[in-house]
């Protein structure tokens, strides 16, 4: 027998980094917050957080005393809340959830909707999923989906299902917290708030904001709902300076 070798070496398998800290504690009142899970607000009955059709692997943790989903070996997880226990968010605005991982490079979330039967596959079924590509790594990112971008959900009164699915298939390591819906508050009535107008659209410099009552909030959010930047309308005229701000689509809220 004749054989080459070459290349012979002993190795290990560097672990992943972890979180240093707990997700951020959420601001929202509790009145206008539908939660599934987090140690800020009252949740409602979860069925499960890892189904059996699922693959992945699901540890419950605490960081720093604070309640933590750890899932791994990720290609996919489902999170169901069924029967009497099915979501109904047609009155909310926003789907929260706050993610870590440190090796992720794709993200999806999905919301399926079981339709007036309450049924999987009844025909009335319909559901949205979210893709975010290369999301960063090693730190803890809250997404604030506004309910209006899961375009193919025909009803959100029925809510069943919360998919997670990241890239690597099969590898990734995701940590979960926060995970709710949430309405805004508006002190505006809606006569009023028809009259609020914001110029010029599209903004390089300045926006200007004008109908809005005094005192009233404003918050701008990116495209991914997250909070860039938050006031008071202080004039009939507020002027905000977007100099600072990305390129990129935003949306901005009264309260």
Known sequence: NIIYFDNITFGE??????????????????????????????????????????????QDIQIDGNDTKRYSGVNFVGVETLGGNLIDASEMDFFHIDVWSA????????????????????????????IYDMPAQE????????????????????????????????????????????KTASNINENV??????????????????????????????AFGRLVEEGSITSAQTKINTSALSTGAYRIVFN
């Open 13 to 58: 398998t560097i672990p992943l980094a972890e979180p240093m800290g707990p997700a951020p504690d959420p601001t929202e009142d509790e009145e206008l917050v539908l939660s599934m899970f987090s140690n800020t607000y009252p949740s409602v009955i979860v069925d499960t957080w890892l189904t059996a059709w699922s693959e992945g692997v699901l």
């Open 103 to 130: 090796n992720f490079t794709q993200l999806k979330l999905k919301l399926v909707d079981f339709g007036a039967d309450e049924a999987y596959e009844g025909g009335d079924d319909s559901e949205h999923e979210i």
């Open 139 to 182: 730190e803890w990112i809250s997404y604030q989906i506004p309910m209006e971008d899961f375009v193919d959900m025909i009803n959100t009164d029925n809510i069943a299902q919360l998919v997670i699915s990241a890239s690597p298939p099969g590898q990734s390591v995701i940590y979960v917290d926060n995970v709710y819906y949430s």
């Open 193 to 222: 708030e028809d009259q609020i107008t914001v110029f010029p659209n599209p903004a390089t410099e300045v926006i200007n904001i004008t109908g809005a009552e005094l005192s009233s909030t404003y918050q701008i959010l990116d």
